[in-house]
């Protein structure tokens, strides 16, 4: 999944984050082992069945922050991977007892580990927030894409809920906006009554060695791009 380049000394803010990673890990080990036991010591079967189903519902949310933890080592990732790992992890967690499902159209893509976290951390917010404001009834549909285009690597998310557009933007879309903006990157998304879409299209810093030391094209997202998201069908499940 990996290719070790080089390592380096994280910073002091990094790694006060990777100290609070880890606690935030033990934090849920502990809670899992205490429901766990609480269920073994349980002599009512309906009980013991939701303290276990518990226990993995809450292994389900460990394994989505274990993947969204910022890397430590300058590695390079398999992205199709890592993306297809953090999809089924928010999929256990969030989106099946919602009975939403997730679907997945991802190109074989590697990138350098910090931007690699950063599209995760995008890919999240975004199914989050489909999956809480778009559909208020229950289940629906959430598709996300991954390809390249040219010097770029496109990422789109739609959905076939009901959410309107916001009237201004909210916290996690600051977030996507400050992230797409750190990967050199443009972010769009537009509401109908076909669903929300979203795409963002950033540098694709895998490209041949002679375009090194050149300054990275500017992204942009053409027309073109979003009616292809929009109407694309080559998904399959997470």
Known sequence: MMEFASQHRLPHE????????????????????????????????????????IAELLHRYADVHRALQMPEFDIVLDAEMYLRQLCLSISQSYLDERKIKLLLAIEPLRLEADRCWRLGMIVYELIVNSARHAFWRGEGEIRVELSRAGAFVQCGVTDNGTAAAPSAPGHGLKIIQDLSQSLGGRFVQKFGPRGAWSILVFPDDSAPSELAGRPRPRAQVSERATEVLHDSLSTVPC
């Open 14 to 53: 990094q790694i006060l984050l990777h100290e609070l990673n880890h606690r935030v890990n033990n934090e849920f080990a502990a809670a899992i082992s205490v429901v766990s036991l609480k269920a073994a010591r349980s002599g009512d079967d309906e009980v013991k069945a939701a303290l276990l189903g």
